[in-house]
């Protein structure tokens, strides 16, 4: 049993102090509490006495006992399962335990996945089967062309990772590059266009490239079209549904975060045409009935909210905001450009991508920028291996803050 004032750590809010021991009568019966206080972030819990070891109330520990953890960290064993939901109750069960070892497994399990897999931003391919595959099948493969970093298999059981560099500054790609580097187990290309981070954008005789292939083997394209509004280009569409025959083949997105800053808000939509099939399986009567089963719908005031902005009103304060944000970036890509960078974006999308001076990392860049001209921006090697030695900047801020950060860069 705890006293008042002992320091303890609960396993899903993290450290505090026993304030008090309280009584309380609930339904007919009296039972005692700890009230349970964090001071990081002023939270007050009470804990049944009777239930403190069951949810894990623990003492906190010297620093004797968290050394001999960290030490034991490498020996520790952990299975990591390829399935997320498993994966998530599984180490959510390990920190409600209060075992500290257990706790530990779950840091061993997270960092190792950390290391293995990486944040996808750029095109790529998912080599999958239309059938389960024989026990004797050559394990599906995901072909990253032109990206960033290497994107999951994690849904697939039975997968590896082909990964093919990127080419940073210009960010491009040639459809010869990609039959080079795919098997007839491709089956989906996915393609984020304009991109994030690097800024860079596909014409429409390049899309019209991937379309036809994508309906020449039946594979589907799942084209990311989050960046849309931003396209300035006459030659860059802004659906892949202007390509001839991409009804067909693919599958387009859309969010309201980028264009209406519905960020935190969440709402975006999916357009599966219905001449989308597999054989004589419509792709838009699965989805159909998926989410009919699987989910409610946006809340009705969100729904609302995105409704606003295609009205007269809305459509003209997204143009306007639209417009204010890319001469944020017109001004840092012509100022970087001035201050002889080498650089890229800035024109179909509110990012510039650039090559970070004098063979630095992308960390070091960063820590230069903030040490020397308290500029922060976002070090390329977070969105992956051949991010390393670029850095992002963003037009997302008051044009006032962006002269200021160019003109402090342009100093250096």
Not at 76 to 103: A, P
Not at 340 to 360: F, R
């Amino acid at each position: 049993m705890f006293n008042v004032g002992d320091k303890v750590v609960h396993p899903m809010h993290g450290a505090g102090v026993i304030d008090s021991i309280v009584s309380e009568r609930i339904n007919g019966k009296t039972q005692e509490y700890y009230v349970f206080h964090m001071p990081v972030n002023g939270l007050v819990l009470k804990i049944p006495v009777c239930n403190s070891q069951l949810v894990g109330l623990r003492s906190v520990v010297d620093a004797a006992a968290a050394d001999t953890v960290m030490l034991a960290l490498p020996g520790l064993e952990i299975d990591i399962t390829t399935n997320w939901n498993r994966r998530y109750r599984e180490n959510l069960e390990r920190l409600k335990s209060g075992d500290l070892y257990e706790v530990g497994r779950v840091i061993k399990c997270l960092t190792l996945r950390d290391v293995e897999s990486a944040y996808t931003s750029g095109p790529y391919v998912l080599d999958v089967d239309a059938a389960p595959p024989e026990a004797d099948a050559e394990p599906y493969e995901i072909v990253g062309i032109y990206g960033l970093t290497n994107p999951s298999a994690e849904p697939f059981t039975d997968s590896r990772d082909i990964y093919i560099p990127a080419s940073a500054i210009p960010y491009s790609f040639t459809h010869a590059e990609l039959e080079e580097n795919i098997t007839d187990r491709t089956k989906i290309l996915v393609l984020p266009f304009p991109n994030n981070p690097t800024g860079s954008a596909i014409k429409k005789a390049q899309l019209q490239e991937w379309v036809d292939y994508a309906n020449k083997v039946g594979a589907v394209i799942i084209y990311d079209a989050a960046y849309e509004a931003y396209i300035s280009e006459e030659e860059v569409p802004h659906s892949i549904y202007e390509c001839q025959g991409a009804r067909a083949c693919a599958i387009e997105l859309h969010s309201f975060s980028k264009n209406a800053g519905f960020t935190g808000v969440r709402l975006g939509f999916t357009v599966i045409p219905k001449e989308l099939k597999c054989g004589d399986v419509s792709l838009h009567s699965l989805w159909a009935r998926r989410h009919g089963t699987k989910y409610n719908g946006a809340p009705y005031i969100v729904q609302r909210a995105g409704e606003a902005v295609y009205s007269p009103e809305g459509k003209a304060q997204l143009k306007q905001q639209v417009a204010y944000y890319m001469n944020n970036a017109k001004y840092i890509l012509e100022g970087l450009k001035e201050a002889g960078y080498t650089v890229s974006g800035g024109v179909n999308a509110p990012y510039i991508w650039l090559k970070a001076p004098g063979g630095m990392t992308s960390w070091e860049f960063f820590d230069f920028l903030l040490e020397k001209a308290n500029v922060v921006g976002t070090p390329g090697s977070g969105f992956g291996p051949s991010g390393e030695t670029y850095f992002r900047l963003t037009a997302f801020g008051s044009y006032e803050n962006t002269l200021e950060a160019v003109n402090r860069i342009k100093g250096l």
